[in-house]
């Protein structure tokens, strides 16, 4: 009878059975760590950083790469690191961060920014939006709204208080009731006829048979239509066409 504390005897020719996996040998394997949005941060008051960076580094995904003392400075640590997000404060000497946004946008149009202020204003929250600013973020309550305003940055998506949001809706309800002209109604009816076919995918050739006009003329429809929007291509008239109602998403 064979001792059950022992171990079964190998066939001849056949090697022993491993007691561990290859996967347990080698260790188990690992996915590879998400890259962390790196981070421009600019303010000229020293203590007001470190506070600012200590919210970001203890966050996972996010790092500050870079620090800058006014607006100027931002700029040159823009071109010496690479960084994914600019958070900047508005009053800053030499450059403001209004200022600093404005170059960092022409500078680097791929580097989204946040505006870290004091100033719950809504002039100088509508000058950062035309800045290029993503984001208006109150220091009062930085460690509560920053984190998340910088993860919304990086998914392309604005971030306001709500204070500024109904800052924007009482600035639009102003306009309407002025008679101001909206971006909605920007285009002419063939514009947006336009516009509605090619967001549907349709060619040029498609588009000048179904509406009994020229290919010329509807490229130049289709080149109107990107200067008047301010968009780059299909795809960003097509976001823009589904925003404004014309086709489902």
Request: charged share 25%; with cysteine.
């Amino acid at each position: 009878m064979s001792d059950p504390s022992l171990p079964e005897p190998t066939a001849p020719g056949r090697p022993a059975a491993s007691t561990t996996s290859a996967a347990s040998a080698y260790g188990p394997s690992r996915a590879p760590a998400p890259a962390k949005i790196r981070i421009l941060l600019a303010d000229d008051h020293a203590l007001v950083r470190r506070g600012v960076r200590l919210i970001l580094d203890r966050e996972p995904d996010l790092e500050v790469v870079a620090e800058a003392g006014d607006g100027a400075e931002a700029i040159d640590m823009a071109r010496a690191h690479e960084a994914d997000l600019a958070v900047l404060d508005i009053a800053m000497p030499r450059l403001t961060g209004l200022q600093a946004a404005r170059e960092l946008a022409a500078l680097k149009p791929g580097l989204r920014i946040l505006m870290l202020t004091m100033h719950d204003n809504e002039q100088y929250l509508f000058q950062a939006l035309k800045s290029g600013a993503c984001g208006y973020v109150l220091k009062s309550v930085a460690d509560r709204d920053l984190v998340a305003a910088c993860r919304a940055a990086m998914r392309d998506e604005p971030f306001l208080y709500p204070g500024a949001v109904t800052a924007l809706i009482r600035n639009y309800l102003d306009r309407v009731r002025h008679g101001e002209e909206t971006s909605d109604h920007i285009l002419t009816p063939r514009e947006e006829e336009v516009l509605k076919l090619v967001a549907e995918g349709h060619s040029s050739k498609e588009i000048a048979e179904i509406l009994f006009i020229s290919i010329k003329t509807v490229q130049r429809h289709r080149a109107n239509l990107l200067q008047k929007l301010g968009l780059r291509d299909r795809l960003e008239l097509t976001r823009y066409a589904i925003r404004a109602g014309l086709i489902e998403p």
